[in-house]
């Protein structure tokens, strides 16, 4: 398997507002509506689709419904976007709000040594929006891994595990 992921696909219970909240709100680009049943968002690497929740469940072959606390529970993974200037952390976290998503953890400095905060979607999937002064961003606003450092430690820091960059000789 190439080490990549290609597509995250988020089972959602309302596609028409989940399509307003990232098309309209967050401005993710697209040019298919919600009356095919599927929307696919040109997002820049992994690509992003809004499937119902139920027919999710039902092409991995699990019969399930959406939990009634699926927006409130902790569901094990989260969502980064992470931004070149501090600033912008603050300025993702009000559009998301104003697009109708919730703030989870309002931005602050992270123990990691950078600044994020947290919101959820209409149906609680959560994201973290991030800045270091340590990373650097190709063109196409993807974060450089080849300028990272090749170790990193977790540090817990209440709430989260944030990452620590170690130094290596």
Known sequence: MEPRISVVTLGVADLN???KFYKDGLGFPTKMTPDGGIVLF????TRMFLYPYTKLAED???????????GR??????FGHCVRKRGLVDEVLKQALAAGGKIVKPAKEASWGGYSGYFSDPD??????????????????????D??????RAEPD????????????
Do not use: C
């Open 17 to 19: 507002r989940s399509f």
């Open 42 to 45: 040109a997002t820049t690497g």
């Open 60 to 70: 991995v072959g699990i019969q399930a419904q959406r939990p009634a606390d699926a």
């Open 73 to 78: 529970r902790f569901t094990g993974i989260t």
């Open 124 to 145: 609680g999937y959560l994201w973290e929006v991030a800045y270091s002064d340590q990373w650097t961003f190709n063109p196409d606003g993807s974060l450089k891994v």
């Open 147 to 152: 300028d990272q450092p090749q170790t990193v």
């Open 158 to 169: 209440g709430a989260t595990n944030a990452i620590q960059p170690i130094n290596v000789k």
